[in-house]
Nanobody
Framework: QQHFVESGGGSVQPGGSLRLSCTAS????????VGWYRQEPGREREGVAW????????HYADSVKGRFIVSRGSAGNTVYLQMNNLMPGDTGLYYC?????????????????WGQGTQVTVSS
């Protein structure tokens, strides 16, 4: 069964950092676009960062530019999200997702595989 396994979430104070990991299971990330999304109860899922597994091109939501960094693992089946200078507005359940396409999209419905999510809570 194809899916992602996310890890690295937790609770931090504002200004803190976390590194999320996302490992593909049952499929290869070759040629895919991988995105990180977050969601709070009662709100729509929001995309925050994406990376092309083919050439490493990255995209970021304006709300996280300069604070979050998305990267690929050397083994090719893991993607990371380094989150710095975290703010309370970054709180949410963070998911990674893969789109079997070389074209970037921010639309969650166009992503084929999802993980179960890892909780990030930023509060003082």
């Amino acid at each position: 069964q194809q899916h992602f396994v996310e890890s690295g979430g937790g609770s931090v104070q504002p200004g803190g950092s976390l590194r999320l990991s996302c490992t593909a299971s049952g499929f290869t990330l070759d040629g895919t676009y991988v995105g990180w999304y977050r969601q709070e109860p009662g709100r729509e899922r929001e995309g925050v960062a994406w990376i092309s597994q083919r050439d490493g091109v990255t995209h970021y939501a304006d709300s996280v530019k300069g604070r979050f960094i998305v990267s690929r693992g050397s083994a090719g089946n893991t993607v990371y999200l380094q989150m710095n200078n975290l703010m309370p507005g970054d709180t949410g359940l963070y998911y990674c997702a893969a789109r079997i396409s070389r074209r970037w999209s921010i639309t969650p419905d166009l992503y084929d595989y999802w993980g179960q999510g890892t909780q990030v809570t930023v509060s003082s």
